[in-house]
């Protein structure tokens, strides 16, 4: 009974107005969520714009994403494990121009929006000053603000747990809320249509609390039912994909196992520690650990999130606090301890959810302070979250930077394949195929590894048609498909010692006449998604 009144969060009976210590609202209590959300979203957006999308181009997997909506280049290659939802999202933008900026653009000004929505659900389950710190600590984050601009699901995923946890507390606090079970269901939805497997791990803990609540007795029902609806609307083109294209379901899933490095028991807390450095994967994660104070936050999570969990357990928020915080474990669990690799956005859902129970921590605190200490507390306060900011700043810029240089050298190696005569249609293979064959408006085939979606042979005969090129860093050997191509060095990409391309004969300096007639994108070996 006492997990039943738990969940249905009446267990202490506290007015709505009131204090979560039991005393008349104060300012804090009363403020209103309206200009406190927008302004921490406004703020998350400006930094953004201002931080993160001047020149920062396309990365290896938002080129995959935006190829699949892009009229710049036939679509890449679209590995088992992926969902098209982030495809979906960019399309409005892509399909219409070629600009990354104003895609970034785009997707700063939704990212901003998205968060204000994934906290206004919480705006009549936690107080307001709560929301806002929460907030304000997810946005800070280096890894929110560098893929609030990207063309990548994790954030979106964030986004929808953030929303279907708060949609169901309030379903469970008030069973009139006519807002809450759609709210739910679409919550849901977004995460599974992002990503299905982090999808099933967000309702997972949301099944078992509505089999607890006290309601009447069919709506635990219509709460798993809206649960079940929503992963499968999100995740019924994923299934679909599965059957139409890889075979079946479990083939799709155990493809992807398999391209995820096989899933299993793995102990990767380490790994996703180091990842906060600035890698954004992490893959072997078998770097040493030379920016230790980037993980400070991350190592006293824990403490903060406990410490929020102990501050809600005796007022009328400790079911928000106690569902986003299984929530928000729920989802970084997989990651956690059953991906052998890291990559600090696999995370962000987990940070958005676990972002209120620190936040409850902190206000907590605040509130508990004696005025003689509160001098001090607001001191100490200031430096922690000055020192904080500067080492997101500086992780942030750097992993940006490191970008923007790969971006321009990838744009001078797209250019100088223009010019050796690797112009639409065309194909690039080899070291950075995707990210290459993009910017160059060519397809992007490789005769091995994941893609695997043409054979050397395959390849040698489309070099007699089309301009192909294939792209081999200075240590690797000569690929025996084109030992008879010609040869071309091309601009470094820096941490590389160089490239080189070999050309086909279908590729023809600019001035010289061509060897091949048909300019069509149809000539283009085809490949299964």
């Known amino acids: 009974m006492q997990n039943a009144r ?44 201002v931080l993160v999308v001047p020149g920062l ?29 982030i495809s979906y999202l960019v399309a409005p933008v892509a399909a219409l121009t070629t600009s990354v900026e104003a895609l970034r653009v785009y997707l700063a000004l939704l990212s901003g929006c998205g968060l204000f929505l994934g906290l206004w659900v919480w705006r009549r389950l936690l107080p307001v000053p709560v929301l806002a710190i929460a907030g304000a600590l997810f946005a800070t984050l280096w890894v ?44 849901v939805a977004l ?48 299934v679909v994909e599965a059957y139409a294209h890889y075979g079946g379901l479990f083939t799709r899933l155990r493809r992807s196992s398999e391209i995820q490095g096989h899933l299993g028991w793995y102990f990767a807390v380490d790994d996703h520690v180091r990842a906060l450095g600035g890698r954004t994967l992490c893959r072997p994660c078998d770097v040493p650990w030379r920016y230790p ?28 606090v106690i569902l986003a915080t299984v929530s928000g474990l729920a989802l970084a669990a997989p990651y956690l301890f059953a991906v052998g690799y890291a990559a600090p956005r696999f995370l962000l859902p987990a940070y958005a959810l676990l972002a209120l129970p620190v936040a409850q921590c902190l206000v907590r605190v605040a509130r508990r302070t004696r005025p003689r200490g509160r ?10 979250v000055t020192a904080h900011l500067a080492v997101q700043y500086q992780v942030l810029d750097s992993v940006a930077d490191r970008v923007r240089r790969n971006s ?30 993009f910017r160059a408006g060519c397809a992007s085939r490789q005769p091995s590894g994941h893609d695997g979606s043409i054979t050397p042979q395959g390849l040698t005969a489309t070099g007699t048609r089309l301009p192909v090129a294939v792209l081999v860093s200075d240590e690797g050997g000569i ?26 004969s279908a590729a023809t300096p600019a001035g010289e006449k061509p060897m091949y007639g048909s300019r069509t994108v149809t000539a283009i070996p085809t490949h299964r998604p």
């Open 408 to 437: 321009v050298a990838l744009g001078h190696i797209a250019a100088e394949l223009h010019a050796q005569g690797v112009r639409p249609p065309c194909v690039v293979s080899g070291e950075d195929a995707i990210r290459v064959a």
């Open 191 to 238: 995460a599974a249509v992002m990503r299905p497997s982090d999808a099933v791990w967000l309702v997972l803990p949301l099944a078992v609390a509505a089999l607890l609540m006290r309601p009447a007795r069919r709506r635990p029902l219509v709460v798993v039912t809206v649960l079940a609806g929503g992963l499968l609307l999100g995740g019924a083109q994923w």
């Open 479 to 504: 690929p025996s498909h084109a030992r008879r191509w010609r040869v071309h060095r091309l601009p470094d990409l820096g941490h590389r010692t160089g490239l080189r391309a070999y050309l086909s």
């Open 6 to 49: 738990l969940i249905a969060g009446s267990a202490d009976g506290v007015p709505l107005g009131a204090r979560e210590d039991g005393h008349p609202p104060g300012a804090g209590a009363a403020a209103r969520p309206l200009p406190w959300l927008a302004a921490v979203a406004a703020a998350f957006t400006f930094a953004q714009l």
């Open 293 to 320: 104070l980037s993980a400070v936050w991350f190592l006293t999570l824990p403490l903060f999130v406990a410490g929020g969990v102990w501050a809600a357990a005796r007022t009328r928020h400790r079911t928000a």
């Open 57 to 85: 181009g396309l990365g290896w997997d938002e080129t995959v994403y935006v190829s699949q909506v892009s009229p710049q280049a036939p679509a890449a290659f679209f590995s088992a494990p992926r969902a098209r939802g």
């Open 375 to 384: 001098r001090t507390a607001v001191v100490l306060v200031a430096v922690a």
């Open 144 to 187: 929110t603000m560098f893929y609030g601009p990207q063309a990548m699901p994790n954030l979106w995923v964030a986004y929808g747990a953030l929303a279907a946890v708060g949609c169901f507390l309030r379903g469970a606090r008030d069973p009139g809320d006519r807002w809450a079970l759609p709210g739910l269901g679409a919550g």
